[in-house]
C-alpha cells in the first residue's frame, strides 16, 4: 500500500517560533509536495519538489521554505510562524510516471 | 482564470441510495481528472481517476463520468454506505510529466451525508 507519513499530527508553537513539518514516503516516489488546506479555500500548494536537492515553489510559498535532503523526505520550514500559518498541512507524493498524488494524514498546526 | 468547482457543497442520501456528486472545470488542457475523498481529520483519499480522452471509468461501487463538451465531471457512489460520509474533491492535473508536476488544481469540496 501507498504510504506517506507525517510525523507530527497536531502541533502548537508560538509566533515566532520555527517550525519544522516532516514527511516521509515509502514509494520511491520523484514528486513530494507540501499542500495547506483551510475552510472556504481548498488546498494550496506551497511548494514541491522534483527530485532530491530540487525544490520549485507553488502557489503560495511566502514564509515557507522546504528541504529535500534524501529522496524519501520532505521537510517544510516555517522560519518565524505566525497566527495566519495556523492550518492543516498535507504532505503528498507522486512517481514521474504516474499522475496520481497521495496524501498524508496531515498536520494540524495551531500557531498562538 | 482556470478553476475546478463543484455544483453543490452538501448532499444528503439514505442509506443504499446512490450517489452524484458533480463537478465542473474550466481548462480544456487538463491531462487527467482525479477524485479524492477525505475523512474527518484525515489526509484526502484517491478514489479513481480518469484520463481526459475517456469518458467513463468504473472502479468498486464508483463511476466517473467525463463530458468534456460541457466541462463536466461527475462521481457515481453505488449503494452508498454510511462509510461514504465524507468531503469529495474533484481535481485536474495539467501539463505533468518527466520534471513537470504540472498544475493540480482541487475543487473546494461536497460534503456527502449518508443517513442510516
Known amino acids: 500500500d501507498v504510504k506517506v507519513t507525517q510525523s507530527s499530527r497536531y502541533l502548537v508553537k508560538r509566533t515566532g517560533e520555527k517550525v519544522f513539518l516532516e514527511c516521509v514516503q515509502d514509494m520511491d516516489h520523484e514528486n513530494m509536495f507540501w499542500y495547506r488546506q483551510d475552510p472556504g479555500l481548498g488546498l494550496r500548494l506551497i511548494y514541491f519538489?522534483?527530485?532530491?536537492?530540487?525544490?520549485e515553489k507553488g502557489d503560495i510559498p511566502e514564509g515557507y521554505s522546504v528541504s529535500r535532503e534524501k529522496k524519501e523526505r520532505f521537510s517544510l520550514i516555517l522560519e518565524s510562524a505566525s497566527t495566519n500559518q495556523t492550518s492543516m498541512y498535507l504532505c503528498?507524493?507522486?512517481?514521474?510516471?504516474?499522475?496520481?498524488?497521495?496524501f498524508g494524514e496531515g498536520s494540524w498546526l495551531t500557531v498562538v | 482564470g482556470e478553476s475546478v468547482g463543484l455544483h453543490l457543497p452538501t448532499l444528503s442520501v439514505q442509506e443504499g441510495d446512490n450517489s452524484i456528486i458533480n463537478c465542473a472545470y474550466s481548462?480544456?488542457?487538463?491531462?487527467?481528472f482525479i477524485w479524492y475523498k477525505q475523512e474527518s481529520g484525515k489526509g484526502p483519499q484517491f478514489i479513481i481517476d480518469i484520463r481526459s480522452n475517456m469518458d467513463k471509468r468504473q472502479g468498486q461501487r464508483v463511476t466517473v463520468l467525463l463530458n468534456k463538451t460541457v466541462k463536466h465531471l461527475s462521481l457515481q457512489i453505488a449503494a452508498t454506505q454510511p462509510g461514504d460520509s465524507a468531503v469529495y474533491f474533484c481535481?485536474?492535473?495539467?501539463?505533468?510529466?518527466?520534471?513537470?508536476?504540472?498544475?493540480?488544481?482541487f475543487g473546494q469540496g461536497t460534503i456527502l451525508t449518508v443517513h442510516p
Open positions: 503528498a507524493s507522486r512517481s514521474y510516471s504516474g499522475n496520481t498524488i497521495y
Open positions: 519538489s522534483y527530485d532530491v536537492k530540487m525544490k
Open positions: 481535481a485536474d492535473l495539467t501539463n505533468a510529466g518527466g520534471t513537470s508536476y504540472g498544475k493540480l488544481t
Open positions: 481548462n480544456s488542457a487538463s491531462d487527467y
